[in-house]
């Protein structure tokens, strides 16, 4: 075993040596695989092989996508069978809303460029004939879809990679990681250490345990699953023996569970409420090609439905059950992409399909670590997506639930209910006496909704308008008219101080920085490529101190951004307050009466209190900091608190509004109202994929400020020329669909775009999207059409802001 290697991989499951071949393949030639026993010897020698396209995440879509189709030129290139069976995989649909999942599905794939056919029930019995298709609906194909043989597909990425100059060590233990003064690590074993500048673990079930090497709490713990393997049926031999095509896989979701054909008979692997979390603690040392005992009874109502659809399937006899783990994070995708806190060490853990993603994970991961930065939106798959909220505890609770959820409906206004609430701020229960309807972000319970009097408290998810639509309305309305109160304590803040301070900001974001005291500024931050990767509202608190604001949800994320690019010489400090810090949002016309009211003693004229600005004032008896700005287009102040003064300031506005008609307001309020003024959101309108002039950022990105990073790959892409361009859309003639994200739009038959965001604009009664176009086609009144659940729709593009376009309301 060598001593020194550029990168070493822990774990020689799939996903590890799939990242050791395409480090290879960068050209990192350098790179060493550990692995403790056998290659395959863990999770991957027992996974079934499905190749799933199906994901509603765009992330893991292209994951998967990537993955399907390298698949098959791995097999050309190294000379090896991979056992690929392009066989195609079905999902069965019993009820509109499985068929809508379907639908907005299929305009996700289209968007990255997936293959998916819509089947009727009669095409269903034709592909699969041994499917009783009575109760169905649809369906829906993917033709280039099917599975492949784990452990080939492992000894192919394998000779790969060793053929690029890789080099691979089984029966390898790591007993410990270690970072030196250097910046490097020595990995420890059993066989000898090795030093290292980039590690990354691909340790399967190990994650845990591999991770406290390092001081890190890996957000995954597997779970158990069953598949059944049966005797030969007689149909499917026949089948065979007429050289028929194999049926492909079928998968019946609201049955929750995976059919496919297996050397004559089948494999049926269901997804149960119910199966236990497993290794818990960690595998034992010897653990290797290991099984947990089977549970059939636990999986008796999904073999039932089996049965029912597939009549074929009760006519056999068990051959064999698996019941082996799997891995999960608590919303059941992968993570991917490098650690917190911790300079060059990588995570490729959490794959609950890993089969599928391993090509994708492997690629974008050696993108990552080789050129800097990965080439797609990876923001859903990011290891930061988690925080130090997600215990042992909560993930037993998630991740069981994560597994039970793999076949539930996904609505894009989804909420999961285990190991809630968790993080509640001081007026949660307040709100929830006014009727609030929790979702969570990052740990965080945030008000989606409030029901009115003598309406239950109850979400109507779904792919069309639901039941709250007009109560969200009706909260819309309100700010409009009067003044609503939102609480966003989840905002993720910050204070970057120090002598050092504003040379360090200037150059990690694209906007001029805040010149003034209690002046704000909105800049982003790029990365090297001049793709967005992180928004900040900065307000300048002295010469050398500086206060940051960011989404809640990526906390993590933009927090450790900003700490991984800090100089090391002591020069800047970094204090984190999301938790010390509450903020409730005053806004509406009537915002500016209520503040003189409960801070008599501050001047909130225009003159005295300006737009994107700031004052530390007093609410009621309690020290507050004002800042004007919000995320809804009208007049209004953030209320940043010490959190322990949240009751009070809470009560005190409520009480002095009343007669001004103060009402709370949710997200789904908010995300309304931000639509009409065209306001782009982290992962949707900004993305490392665009350009930040790309997603429309003129007005907050100064190329002629002086260096910052990213800037000069943004002008040397502007120079090149940008292949999208951001734009406002109205569409036309909703009924009871509203666009909401990875629409995909048409001119003339032919995709010219995508919906980043979507949904319907109540103080101008119009159904909007903000969307990615080609640029020739983003002029206002240029007419498109955009898919929603399958139909068409003619849309229009807008002027930006189509609510106040010159801001009116802002600076009043």
């Known amino acids: ?440 972000s990052f740990g965080w319970e945030r008000a989606n909704w409030f029901a009115p009097e003598g309406v239950e408290p109850q979400d109507d998810w779904s792919f069309r308008r639901s039941a709250y639509f007009k109560h969200v309305g009706a909260e819309c309305t309100n700010v409009m008219e009067n003044v609503g109160l939102l609480d966003l304590s989840g905002f993720a803040k910050a204070r970057i101080s120090g002598p050092g301070a504003e040379a360090f900001l200037d150059n990690l974001v694209a906007n001029k920085l805040p010149k003034k005291i209690g002046r704000i500024a909105l800049a982003h931050a790029l990365n090297t490529r001049g793709g967005v990767h992180s928004e900040f509202t900065i307000m300048r608190e002295s010469e050398d101190s500086f206060y940051a604001i960011s989404a809640g949800g990526f906390q993590r994320l933009d927090h450790d951004w900003v700490k991984k690019h800090m100089p090391d010489d002591g020069s800047v400090r970094f204090d984190h307050l999301t938790n010390s810090i509450g903020v409730l949002v005053l806004t509406g016309p009537k915002a500016r009466q209520l503040m003189e009211r409960v801070s008599p003693r501050t001047d909130f004229s225009n003159a005295a209190f300006p737009w994107l600005s700031g004052q530390d004032i007093e609410v009621g008896w309690a020290p507050c900091r004002a800042i004007r700005v919000n995320f809804v287009g009208e007049l209004g102040w953030e209320l940043h608190h010490p959190i322990e003064y949240q009751i009070h300031i809470f009560d005190t506005l409520m009480k002095a509004g009343a007669d001004l008609g103060i009402k709370p307001f949710g997200i789904r309020a908010m995300d309304s109202l931000r639509l009409e003024k065209s306001y782009r959101l982290p992962g949707r309108e900004l993305s490392i994929e665009y350009a930040a002039f790309e997603s429309g950022l003129h007005r907050f990105v100064h190329p002629n400020k002086g260096d910052f990073i990213g800037r000069d790959a943004l002008v040397a892409w502007q120079q090149k020329g940008f292949d999208n361009a951001f734009a406002t859309l109205e569409v036309h003639d909703i009924t009871d669909a509203d666009p909401v994200g990875n629409n995909p739009i048409f001119k003339d038959g032919k995709m010219i775009g995508r919906a980043t965001s979507g949904g319907y604009g109540f103080r101008i009664q119009k159904t909007l999207m903000l969307a990615m176009l080609r640029p020739d086609l983003a002029e206002p009144g240029t007419e498109l059409e955009v898919d929603i659940l399958g139909t068409k729709h003619r849309c229009t593009v807008l002027e930006e802001s189509p609510y106040d376009p010159q801001n009116a309301c802002l600076r009043a």
């Open 1 to 440: 075993m060598k001593s020194h290697a550029r990168v070493v991989v822990i774990g020689g499951g799939v996903v590890g040596v799939s990242t050791l071949y395409h480090l290879a393949k960068k050209g990192w030639s350098d790179v060493v695989l550990l692995e403790r026993r056998e290659l395959t010897s863990g999770s991957t020698w027992h996974a079934a092989g499905l190749l799933p396209l199906f994901n509603m995440s765009y992330s893991v879509g292209q994951i998967h996508k990537y993955s399907v189709r390298f698949y098959q030129e791995l097999e050309e290139e190294t000379g090896q069978n991979v056992g690929f069976k392009k066989v195609s995989n079905i999902r069965l649909a019993t009820n509109r809303d499985r068929m809508d999942e379907y639908l907005q599905y299929a305009g996700v794939a289209a968007t990255i460029g997936v293959k998916v056919n819509v089947l009727t029930p009669e095409q269903v019995k034709e592909i699969w004939p041994l499917c009783d298709t009575d109760g169905l609906i649809g369906a829906i194909q993917h033709p280039d879809d099917g599975y492949i043989q784990p452990a080939d597909l492992t000894q192919a990425l394998a000779k790969g990679a060793r053929t690029l100059g890789a080099e691979i060590n089984r029966h390898t233990t790591v007993t410990g990681i270690k970072k030196l003064p250097s910046g490097e690590f020595e990995v420890q074993t059993d066989k000898g250490n090795i030093v290292c500048e980039h590690v990354v673990t691909a340790s399967g079930s190990f994650a845990r345990q591999t991770g406290r090497m390092v001081g890190l709490d890996v957000p995954v713990i597997p779970v158990e699953h069953q598949y059944i393997v049966t005797e030969p049926h007689e149909a499917i031999l026949k089948r065979r023996e007429q050289g028929l095509p194999e049926m492909g896989v079928l998968r019946e979701s609201d049955g929750s569970w995976y059919m496919r054909e297996e050397r004559g008979g089948l494999i049926l692997g269901p997804y149960e409420v119910g199966a236990p979390a497993c290794y818990v603690d960690g595998p034992g040392e010897d653990c290797e090609y290991e099984l947990f005992q089977e549970d059939l009874e636990r999986l008796e109502p999904h073999i039932e439905s089996a049965i029912h659809r597939v009549p074929a399937f009760g006519e056999v006899g068990v051959k064999q059950v698996y019941n082996g783990a799997i891995c999960y994070t608590p919303d059941g995708s992968p993570i991917i992409g490098p650690a917190w806190d911790l300079k060059n060490f990588w995570l490729n853990e959490g794959h609950s399909f890993g089969i599928t993603a391993a090509g994708g994970a492997g690629w974008q991961l050696a993108e990552w670590i080789v050129e800097g930065e990965p080439t797609i939106d990876m923001l859903g798959v990011d290891p930061r997506r988690f925080g130090d909220y997600a215990t042992k505890s909560y993930l037993i609770t998630k991740n069981e639930e994560a597994y039970a959820s793999v076949f539930t409906t996904h609505f894009p206004d989804e909420e999961r209910e285990a190991a809630r609430p968790l993080r509640r701020t001081p007026v949660y229960d307040r709100l929830k006496d006014l009727g609030a309807v929790f979702g969570q």
